[in-house]
């Protein structure tokens, strides 16, 4: 992996004053990101000075200089949820067919749920609705379907930290038809306590390699005193039941090392939420030698971008196996 020259490529002076909530914004973190009509688009998460969260998004020919619109997403029918709603974040963003769906979190009332939007040109988007029933988040999509329904990894928030925040120690795999209702098939991967991914949660939406789906995820590492270490790993699923781990990163593949990953409004994170790979076959693989643009949240403070090759991130999933691949 490697980080980009330009990085950090978003900061919050990036972001243009919107009035009267976006002067002076505070953070710029954990993109969505997706190509779109031949041009890498990222839906951004904006928090204010009065910790208010806001989605925007930022358009770029190359995938690493970024132009951010200014104006900020809205969801049309998000006001007929009956539940106050604090904050729609982390949006994850799946082309399928001709839609982009866009996965975010949102925090209501103790507890967070997932909720689905949609759009098919980045200007006008329609809320599906709330899609998840428990306390839930890092809900991602599926590029296609598999057996015949939408599939999605969700992670359900099953552990009450001393916070009081939640949180999850394991990714399940979810089926739809509608991608209203959702049904849990199974646990995907858990958490492995005293390593690097004690808790953990899906990244960017699969991507579909020969060698199975390519899934980047955050691993947290817990220490003393709450101090939480934000990672990044990688995992292969087998492309017909994607509850099957083929292959797991015995060592991450990105740690907070850079000052603006490990200093911000959350030190210590690195959070990656959008993947752009430009090859692929005409059965819709990624092709091993392609670009990967990987876009993450640093320190909940601002943006970066890493370089690799989809090969290269297959490979690190066999890395230090004792046995070899
Ligand atoms: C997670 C999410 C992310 C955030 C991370 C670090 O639980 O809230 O949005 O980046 O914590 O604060």
Redesign the pocket.
């Given at each position: 992996m490697k980080r980009h020259k330009y990085n950090p490529i978003i900061t919050r002076a990036d972001i243009p004053e919107i009035g009267p909530h976006l002067i002076d914004v505070s953070s710029v973190?954990?993109p969505g990101a997706i190509k779109f009509k031949d041009k890498y688009l990222l839906m951004l998460?904006v928090q204010n000075r009065g910790r208010e969260t806001f989605l925007m998004t930022a358009e770029s020919r190359d995938g690493i200089d970024f132009t951010i619109n200014p104006k900020v997403v809205h969801f049309n029918g998000i006001e007929e949820v009956n539940e106050k709603i604090y904050h729609v974040?982390?949006p994850r963003i799946t082309h399928i067919d001709d839609q982009y769906y866009i996965m975010v979190?949102i925090d209501m009332e103790d507890v967070c749920r997932l909720g689905l939007a949609r759009t098919n040109n980045f200007e006008g988007y329609d809320f599906i609705g709330i899609v998840s029933g428990d306390d839930n988040?890092n809900g991602v999509l599926f590029p296609e379907k598999i057996g015949g329904k939408y599939m999605r990894l969700d992670r359900p928030n099953k552990s009450r930290l001393e916070s009081g925040?939640t949180?999850g120690d394991s990714i399940c795999l979810s089926e739809s038809d509608d991608m209203i209702k959702w049904n849990t098939i199974g646990e995907v991967m858990q958490g492995r306590p005293h390593y690097w991914d004690e808790r953990i949660?899906a990244g960017p939406p699969p991507v579909k390699t020969h060698e199975g789906w390519l899934l980047v995820y955050h691993g947290i590492a817990t220490h003393f005193a709450g101090n939480?270490i934000?990672q990044a790993g990688v995992a292969l699923l087998d492309l017909e039941n994607p509850t099957v781990v083929l292959a797991r990163s015995r060592y991450n593949i990105l740690e907070p090392r850079e000052s603006y990953e490990l200093t911000g409004?959350?030190p210590n994170?690195v959070?990656p939420g959008g993947m752009i790979v430009d090859d692929y076959d005409a059965d819709q693989f990624a092709l091993p030698d392609s670009r990967a643009l990987i876009y993450y949240?640093a320190a909940?403070t601002c943006v970066g971008l890493l370089e690799t090759k989809v090969g290269e991130l297959v490979t690190a999933c066999y890395e230090g196996r004792e046995s070899g691949r």
């Open positions: 973190f954990n998460r974040y982390d979190a988040r925040l949180s949660g939480n934000y409004q959350v994170v959070f949240g909940d």
